[in-house]
């Protein structure tokens, strides 16, 4: 499982160094006009809309600098744009720096990065919780709260003031300022983006499931209160509907799946199973809430990655010695959720765990004890660990396990198999986005039936697959067209959680699943 | 010299009464989306802009009007857009009125008309002396100004507090506010269009005369200081060069040159003569500062039109008894242009002015005074004089009219025939323009040789045609596609003051013309 960072796209970026025509007696035309024909002919675009605020001065400067300027430009679905107009040469320092803001606006987390929009390289990159989890854990508890007096408004400060906050922080420790900032993306699910646009999200969640918007223009920056450059520009990611989201295209431009010329996969692990797979000619996704049995989803097991907690676990099949790993080697203190498929492969393959998903009395010998007389497997005793309690997996947790996993392993079969009608053996690639993705052991996760049992070679982490379209759309010209082609193209696939459905599902929650012959590398007990 | 005003422009108005498609389930397209879908039909364009401040709360609205609603749109050089989206039903209150602002920005004079949007019906009319007068009587002088620091600021300040304040008076004249202006369209000069927006005018004055810009986009009224509806919009006139304004293009559309199957001409007599010829064929345009023989220009001559301003003047040929007619019928206090032209027509046709235009002494008699040593008319006695002393016209006065008849003659037989290579017959109408030229008499303008001598029937007063052109903006979908069609198609003609026009402008000088041929119907002595 190697890590891919899917490559810059073709051509120049947003910062293009112009030439204006001189004026000359013959030749009237208005600065702004010839401006905005030295853009044109730069970009190859038939228009490129100059805003009103950057005419002021225009007359003076374009003398000042002898007729040769660095544009800052922005492309989205309207034309093409000038963002800002800066001196010829930039002079070294700082203040000749050109930066946009990628950000991936999760429901739980928040992610920034500072990417300098002249060579394309990412400077830094920050993350905090989403501020918005004052009001409510999840999406649902929020987009009721925006239905309330004033409380879309509180939402969306709430979020955008923690990015401002956040924004200009990772600046400072880039070197820079918010003022060199000129554009900042964002990708994020739908109501996440409709929240940080502050406009109504309630629709969403209401039958037939409306979104307000499918694609926000680009917007002034200051409109919707983030603090970067004067006159700097805020794009969001367009949606599909209200359960496909900004955040799903984005990792779909950052896979390159619209450019493959074999079918691969992307599953984005997030608050959700998101699922997309294709090639350049056809693309099917699938995501959102799959029904009671998919309730909880992969994501909310375990804990979130920090000091102490178990990324890994290792039991020997021999003597059922359990060795744990924890980040930054701290006392453990809990478990997350890439820990926790490891364990439970680990216990399944040490005999401890049987093809039910079950505690194994016989094998779990002492390790097994009863917490509010629910069976539990101690991982750590209580003086080893950095609680002083034990750290345990009750069955009720290996039960949400089970379920996590055989719903993932139930969407992939519908789609890849019933949908697409392929089989798993036919994808060139599998990648595994989303920052719970990143940690999977793929090893693991095909051990207790969760990721198909394919070449290893072909899975590929992609690791925050939002953030990176975000980014792309910085730097990456073609970026925006691609995703209106995606949006064109794709085929969105409600699951359609039938008989059929559980059926498969039924079968899926054993370990690794009923029919062995489909996972033929795990090895039999 | 019948008035007229010409027809509203073909199909609806920019208030447009819409339905938006239901949401269903399977057809989750946001309202957003549904809403420009509807929009695009009604207008029958790929693409309505939508601003993102009628995002909020537009899921309710919708829902709550049932998915009608009136539109106020408008349609620029980007694409049409969404200005304000109002309930389906106005019941009938003010409420419900959805106005424009149609303002023509003189250099002197600043007029402001109110229209129904809906209906196309102007509502009311008011006017105000350019508040940049203050700072300089004309546009060199507030160039100059706007150069300096703060200069500009305060220039664009004085003009759009001017028509703030007297909007506002206008509408409650009309019983509204100006909550229900939802768009002004404005033409001016491209000086007064610079200042006007608050951007660079200097190189407009200094070679090569470069503008700002040609062609301002649509803006938010708010963006440049203007007091309407929150969101309304604000629409500048382009321009084709330093010399060649949006007032210009105005009156072309307002005069319906560009529709004309035969030749026509408009003349404005503003603070320039300006000259376009043509018809949906072809259009040549002349204007600007024609050299030193023509500087002062017609408008320069006499007083603004006011209470007690002589107006109408005529001299009995045999008895040499002079009449005149003042303004409201007060006690004359002077004299204004059109008066200064009937009165030069009837000093020459009674034979008190001579064909070199001097006053003859022998049929002048005790009417001729000296001023100053300077040979003058008195028109009225002091006795009969609203100011107690004698209102005369000076030799000086009259050799500036001369000059300026003269000038108006020869522009009008080089652009007529010299470069469109027409007979003043082939033209079918020949429209005046201008507030000024609305209260000339041809008859006396034909007499002195100022206006060619053709069929009377021939010449029609458009009035304000700037202020028309602006107020059709507001109402005729297809106007902005003919001013950037002109754009696209005029020819504009530099007056080129060398010796070819120097002969004509001397054979012009003597009155009616040295060629006595070229004015059959003016009266021999």
Chains 1, 2 share one sequence.
């Not at 891919?4 to 006009?33: M, S």
């Not at 800066?86 to 700082?94: A, K, N, V």
């Amino acid at each position: 499982m190697s890590s891919t960072a899917p490559e810059q796209g073709g051509g120049q970026g947003y910062v293009r160094h112009i030439k204006v025509e001189r004026p000359v007696l013959g030749n009237n035309l208005a600065d702004a006009q010839r401006l905005e024909m030295a853009l044109q002919k730069n970009v190859g675009a038939d228009s490129v809309h100059i805003p009103f605020h950057l005419l002021k001065g225009l007359p003076g400067k374009l003398r000042h600098w002898d007729y040769s300027a660095r544009a800052v430009m922005f492309k989205d679905r309207r034309s093409w744009r000038l963002v800002d107009l800066l001196p010829p040469d930039p002079d070294g320092s700082q203040a000749g720096q050109v930066l946009g803001a990628a950000v991936d606006i999760g429901t739980t987390r928040i992610v920034i990065r500072l990417v300098d929009l002249d060579t394309g390289v990412a400077l830094g990159e920050t993350g905090l919780d989403n501020p918005q989890a004052a009001i409510g854990p999840d999406v649902l508890a929020r987009i009721h709260h925006s239905n309330r007096p004033g409380g879309l408004a509180e939402l969306q400060k709430l979020v955008v003031d923690g990015v401002n906050t956040h924004l200009a922080a990772l600046c400072e420790t880039c070197g820079c300022t918010t003022d060199d900032v000129f554009i900042l993306t964002g990708a994020g699910n739908t109501a996440m983006t409709h929240l940080f646009l502050g406009i109504d999200a309630f629709e969403i969640i209401k039958e037939p499931y409306i979104p307000c918007i499918n694609i926000p223009d680009t917007l002034q920056a200051a409109d919707i209160g983030l603090k970067i450059r004067d006159g700097g520009l805020a794009f969001l990611f367009p949606n599909i509907g209200s359960y496909f989201g900004g955040d799903l295209l984005a990792g779909i431009i950052f896979s390159d799946l619209d450019k493959k010329e074999m079918p691969c996969l992307v599953v984005d692990v997030g608050t959700n199973a998101e699922i997309v797979v294709g090639s350049k000619d056809w693309l099917i996704a699938c995501a959102g809430a799959a029904g009671p049995a998919l309730e909880g989803g992969v994501s909310k097991m375990g804990m979130t990655a920090g000091p102490g907690v178990i990324d890994t676990v290792a039991i020997d099949p021999a003597t059922r010695e359990v060795r744990v790993h924890t980040i930054e080697e701290a006392s453990p203190i809990g478990i997350c959720g890439s820990g926790m498929i490891d364990l439970a492969a680990a216990l399944f393959l040490s005999g401890m765990v049987d093809i039910r998903g079950k505690f194994v009395p016989e094998t779990c010998g002492e390790r097994l004890i009863e917490q509010d007389e629910i069976p539990a497997f101690v991982l750590v005793h209580a003086p080893a660990s950095g609680t002083g309690e034990p750290i345990c997996l009750t069955q009720v947790d290996l039960n949400s396990l089970t379920s996590s996993k055989a719903a993932m392993y139930t969407i992939l079969e519908v789609i890849v198999k019933n949908t697409a009608g392929l089989e798993f053996e036919d994808l060139d690639k599998f990648y595994v986005a989303g920052t719970f993705g990143s940690f999977i052991n793929p090893e693991s996760a095909i051990s207790i039936g969760m990721l198909p049992d394919m070449d290893r070679s072909v899975f590929e982490v992609l690791g925050n697959s939002s953030l990176g379209g975000a980014a792309l759309m910085l730097t990456d010209t073609t970026a925006f067209d691609r995703v209106m082609a995606i949006r064109e193209t794709i085929t969105y696939i409600e699951l359609n959680v039938n008989q059929e459905f559980m059926n498969m599902f039924s079968g899926a929650k054993f370990y690794p699943h009923t029919d062995r012959s489909r996972f033929p590398s795990v090895p039999g007990r």
